[in-house]
């Protein structure tokens, strides 16, 4: 019988018992600062030392993490995340600029191979650049606050038909052929929301306030201008990202709204209202990729089975480990991600699926994810394996595509499969506006750090209204339309964590493009490029991919062309 069991690395320098208690944690931190190191081998030796209690220590967290946000109800849950949070991060910050230090100073550090240890160098020097004693407190603050978004959230649910759906199960009715069916959908989801719409509002002033103060600290105008240098955006700058907005307003918003009056036209209706976008214009029920969650799971392996053996072991790996929690429910927080864990080698994917064709590109889209965090398990340090988010999200949009030619495990019916992917292609050119969207509000929130609650959403209004607003009439749903960003979890959670998705679509077109011309060189080609880790920049690991690191408009025009060609192709089959 086939062995599907992880096998954890054993440990070297922590005991195999090692408890994530403060008295075991304290001694281990003390010992690596008080090391005498004589040797460049030394040093090196030290650094793998410290990578197996970094490594050790994101694990625990993750877990506490996960098991949070699939209970957010679960209070014991939340104190055991809360634990780490409070008591050993903000004791843990101060000990590992220390270390920090204590690796720059090191008189062997010119020793090392440059080649190696530029990245992890590079990020060393910039955290302790940006390290602020009186900042601990205040990242411990923020944390716990942005944990009350997905309490938040994870209570909402709605009444349809006197029956009780979260969110994201009864979004599924936004697919719906019956026009009332999706208003009455669209309805009590947009009302439900905006119930919480100030309790949200007053959660992100103090977010907003907090983060504001962190970058003053730090020496910064702007927490916008402290996250360019804490994210590492090495590779590019404010004024690269208000270039690729202005690329996206120039060559996808009007594509976007030629497809928009055709699904006007299509559904003969004057006007577009919000429960007119996800129904298919071809009259035809929404696409049902698959029956229930455990569906889901078996499905992905076939179908990353068929992509390459390599790959549907891996799922198939994190299934017989239990590494999945894919089902939509009450209490669970909403999204879903790919969360590595650093000892284990493996991931854990965290979804809500409603049995819809979203799903599946959620599930192949984590399934990226997945891949990059087996094959950067065996890389040397944990700093490696922590890669930037525009290589972690090449990883995973690169994957939705690529595995497009191996969505006959999810769609026996060739029409259906080509419906699929044609709505597919058309959802990755409707992400550029809505990622131009979310990042420019971002640079704004933070350069008017003094902004009313007013003001913003005036500013929303305005930056949505440039890249279309969804091509929908929101007159008569002005208030919706105003808190639209507030179900964006990236703002609450992950400030700043947007324009990846920008940068990555058009990687991952670059990718599927290449792949289209050369499957195997093309998979050879992103397999590679994930390989690396974090121990080459950006530009590099895109150029091992094959691709170019580059959102000007030319290059944005260039890709748009090819999606719509690759659109034309389908509607010609």
């Not at 599907?4 to 600062?33: A, G």
């Not at 009056?261 to 006007?271: E, F, G, N, T, V």
């Not at 429910?329 to 284990?344: I, S």
Request: proline residues 3%.
């Amino acid at each position: 019988m086939e062995d599907l069991s992880i096998k954890k690395k054993k440990r070297s320098y922590l005991s195999s018992n090692f408890e994530m208690t403060w008295e075991q944690i304290e001694p281990v931190f003390q010992e690596l600062q008080n090391r005498l190191i004589h040797s460049a081998a030394e040093l090196e030796q030290w650094l793998k030392d410290r990578s197996e209690l970094e490594a050790a220590l994101e694990e625990d967290f993750a877990w506490r993490y996960i098991r949070m946000t699939c209970d957010t109800t679960n209070e014991k849950l939340l104190a055991d995340f809360q634990y780490f949070a409070t008591e050993i991060e903000p004791k843990v910050a101060p000990l590992n600029n220390e270390l920090n230090k204590k690796l720059i100073d090191s008189p062997y550090l010119d020793q090392l191979d440059e080649q190696k240890y530029f990245i992890l160098i590079r990020s060393t020097r910039k955290a302790l650049e940006l390290f602020r004693e009186e900042n601990i407190a205040l990242q411990t603050e923020i944390q716990l606050e942005q944990q009350k978004y997905q309490s938040i959230t994870g209570a909402m649910s709605v009444q349809l038909n006197y029956q009780e759906y979260t969110l994201e199960q009864a979004s599924v009715f936004l697919k719906d052929l019956n026009r009332e069916t999706r208003q009455q959908a669209w309805q009590a989801i947009s009302q439900r929301r905006l119930q919480d719409k100030v309790q949200l509002n007053d959660l992100f002033n103090r977010l907003l306030k907090l983060r504001h103060q962190v970058a003053i600290n730090a020496g910064f105008d702007n927490f916008r201008d402290y996250m360019f240098q804490a994210l590492g955006r090495f590779d590019y700058t404010p004024e690269d990202c208000f270039r690729f907005h202005e690329a996206i307003e120039k060559e996808v918003v009007p594509v976007l709204r030629m497809q928009a009056d055709a699904r006007k036209q299509a559904l003969k209706l004057p006007s577009l209202q919000p429960w007119d976008t996800e129904v298919d214009i071809s009259g035809k029920p929404a696409l049902k990729p698959f029956a229930n969650g455990q569906e889901l799971i078996d499905k992905t392996i076939d179908c990353f089975d068929k992509l390459d053996n390599f790959l549907g072991e891996r799922i198939k790996t994190m299934k017989a480990n239990g590494l999945f929690d894919v089902e939509s429910r009450k209490g669970k927080a909403p999204g879903g991600y790919n969360y590595p864990l650093a000892e284990t080698g493996a991931p854990f994917i965290f979804m809500n699926s409603a049995n819809t064709f979203r799903d599946l590109t959620t599930m192949v889209h984590e399934g990226g994810h997945a891949i990059h965090t087996f094959v950067t398990a065996d890389l040397d340090l944990n700093d490696f394996k922590l890669c930037p988010s525009e290589v972690a999200e090449l990883a995973s949009m690169s994957m939705e595509l690529i595995s497009m030619d191996h969505w006959d495990a999810f769609f026996s019916d060739a029409e259906e499969l080509k419906r699929a992917k044609r709505d597919q292609l058309k959802d990755v050119l409707k992400t550029l506006p809505w990622v131009a969207v979310v990042d420019q509000f971002q640079h704004w929130i933070y350069t008017h750090p003094e902004h009313t609650t007013a003001e913003r959403n005036t500013a929303w209004k305005e930056i949505f209204e440039r890249f279309g607003a969804n091509f929908i009439d929101w007159s008569e749903h002005a208030d919706a339309a105003a808190y639209l960003w507030q179900k964006q979890l990236h703002i609450f959670e992950v400030p700043f964590y947007y324009i990846e998705y920008g940068i990555a679509q058009l990687g991952a077109i670059a990718v599927w493009k290449n792949y289209k011309g050369n499957p195997e060189k093309g998979l050879n080609s992103y397999l590679n490029a994930l390989k690396l880790g974090y121990t080459k920049t950006i530009r590099e690991i895109y150029e091992t991919a094959g691709i170019r690191f580059d959102f000007s408009a030319d290059h944005v025009q260039e890709l748009v062309a090819f999606v719509q060609n690759e659109l034309a192709k389908l509607d010609q089959e």
